[in-house]
């Protein structure tokens, strides 16, 4: 069955670090990867999708990369904020309109 | 651009009693709605999918009768939750995605808290 696995475990970082979170998935061919923030008690907000057929995107602080061949994403923020502690989804889907299955999520604590 | 409200936000009510929540998409036409449920610290699982004027798609598990989705245009899409039971209090988050520009993307309201005393 289809899997995707975050790291359970909250990342601590110290403000103006780089934080990295990975996305690894078994049995499962996507055709895009997504990634989201979630603040406690809200619904996930939209940040980076990557498509099958490219290696890395960034926006701002932003930077996510994808590896089919190891069937994982990492994701970065650079000159990590506090304002950046929250919990990070990543997604999997195959098509426009189509289902995507979500990661357990990783919490970033980014500390003063 | 792209903004999906919910509502209610929170809401409590008896045990047997109906819940209905609205999913709205403020400034575009989804052409798809999705409903996940999410338990404390956990993810987003998925209930159901719907298309604007068709019966929803349930995921294997969700109880159709009892999980009642109706999405009667492309702006709004409710999920009524029918004799609600304690174990179906939960954080319900629903989203949105249109066929124009990156299709692939969900835009999530705000999620809806319920608790069944």
């Known amino acids: 069955s289809q899997k995707i696995e975050q790291n359970s475990e909250a990342l601590n970082i110290q403000e103006g670090k780089t934080a990295t979170l990975t996305c690894n998935y078994t049995?499962?061919?996507?055709?895009?990867l997504q990634w989201y923030r979630q603040d406690p008690g809200r619904g996930p907000v939209f940040l980076l999708l990557i498509r099958e057929n490219e290696k890395e995107k960034r926006k701002e602080r932003l930077k996510v990369t994808f590896d089919t061949t190891l069937k994982q994403s990492l994701f970065h923020i650079t000159a990590s904020q506090p304002a950046d502690s929250a919990t990070y989804l990543c997604?999997?889907?195959?098509?426009?309109?189509?289902?995507?299955?979500f990661g357990g999520g990783t919490r970033l604590m980014v500390k003063p | 651009g792209a903004v999906v409200s919910q509502h209610p936000s929170r809401v409590i009510c008896k045990s047997g009693t109906s819940v209905k929540i609205e999913c709205r998409s403020l400034d575009f036409q989804a052409t798809t709605m999705f409903w996940y449920r999410q338990f404390p610290k956990q993810s987003l699982m998925l209930m159901a999918t719907?298309?604007?004027?068709?019966?929803?798609?349930?995921e294997q598990g969700v109880e159709k009768d009892k999980f009642l989705i109706n999405h009667a245009s492309l702006t709004l899409s409710t999920l009524t939750v029918t004799s609600a039971h304690p174990e179906d209090s939960s954080f319900y988050i629903c989203s949105a995605s249109f066929s124009g520009g990156a299709g692939e993307t969900q835009y999530f309201g705000p999620g809806t808290r319920l608790l069944v005393l």
């Open positions: 719907s298309n604007e004027g068709s019966k929803a798609t349930y």
């Open positions: 997604a999997l889907g195959r098509g426009a309109g189509n289902m995507l299955t």
């Open positions: 049995n499962y061919s996507p055709a895009y």
